[in-house]
């Protein structure tokens, strides 16, 4: 208890409270000792595991017949933020080439001709 208490700096009467009402999980081991695991350490520090990283989708193959982010940019008058945001939610087709470079198939170009 004295431990935990000098770790994560809670008064030990605030911990013990945290252990009866079950918030912290712990072990009672004496009238005045408690074991408390180290994953409950890391839950009051805030520790959360690293996310499983998702796996990369293959963006659509993008031949010659596309043009660059900036070229894009240019031709239609979107930042290139904007682009990349209808590009995830699919209202334009394009994506990443294996070079991680941001390619818009020419098509799509003329849904957002300048006038």
Do not use: C
Request: aromatic share 8%; net charge positive; hydrophobic share 30%.
């Amino acid at each position: 208890m004295a431990d935990f208490s000098k770790l994560t700096r809670i008064d030990p009467i605030k911990i013990r409270r945290l252990l009866k009402t079950g918030f912290l999980k712990g072990e009672k081991i004496s009238v005045t000792q408690w074991h408390i695991p180290r994953e409950e350490l890391m839950k009051i520090q805030g520790y959360r595991p690293p996310a499983a990283k998702k796996a990369k989708k293959n963006s659509p193959a993008l031949p010659e017949e596309s043009v660059s982010l900036e070229e894009f940019s240019k031709q239609t008058g979107l930042t290139p933020t904007k682009i990349k945001h209808f590009i995830r939610t699919r209202f334009i087709e394009g994506g990443q080439d294996e070079n991680n470079v941001w390619r818009i198939k020419k098509g799509q170009v003329s849904k957002f001709k300048k006038t």
